[in-house]
Structure formats: structure tokens, C-alpha cells
């Protein structure tokens, strides 16, 4: 085991492990979960009016496809 390290006052960017990933606010939830894919990511940022949005894996599971929704829908 080895001990996590000290976050408490390290820039949030320091734990990034590689660039953020943006998909536009106009993507579809199929749009979204290919470029996850292709990107091997759990969750990609979304630009809106109201500043940063955050998309995930379980989003998509729980709002999209659980629901029965369409992912091609916007």
C-alpha cells in the first residue's frame, strides 16, 4: 500500500492525468458516448451558457438508456 497523496492545496489541474474533453452542446447522447469511446474516457465537459456542464458513463446509462430514450436524440 502506499499513502494517497496530499490534494488538499495541489491546483486541480496538477491531478489531471490528460487534457479535458469537450464535446459541443449540440452533440447527441450517441455522439457523446462514441467520442468517449474513442477517447477512452468515463466523461467529456460540455460549454453552455451557464458555464460547464460534465457528462458520464452513468449519465448516459442512467438518463439515456434506462429511460428508454433514443441517443441519437439532442
Not at 488538499?8 to 496538477?14: A, E, Q
Amino acid at each position: 500500500m502506499r499513502a494517497l497523496p496530499d490534494v488538499v492545496n495541489r491546483p486541480v489541474t496538477s491531478l489531471l492525468r490528460s487534457a479535458p474533453l469537450f464535446c459541443a452542446p449540440t452533440a447527441t447522447a450517441h455522439e457523446a458516448a462514441g467520442l468517449m469511446q474513442a477517447e477512452k474516457r468515463a466523461a467529456l465537459l460540455v460549454r453552455t451558457r451557464d458555464g460547464l456542464g460534465i457528462v458520464t458513463d452513468r449519465d448516459l446509462r442512467d438518463k439515456v438508456l434506462a429511460r428508454g430514450l433514443s441517443p441519437k436524440r439532442r
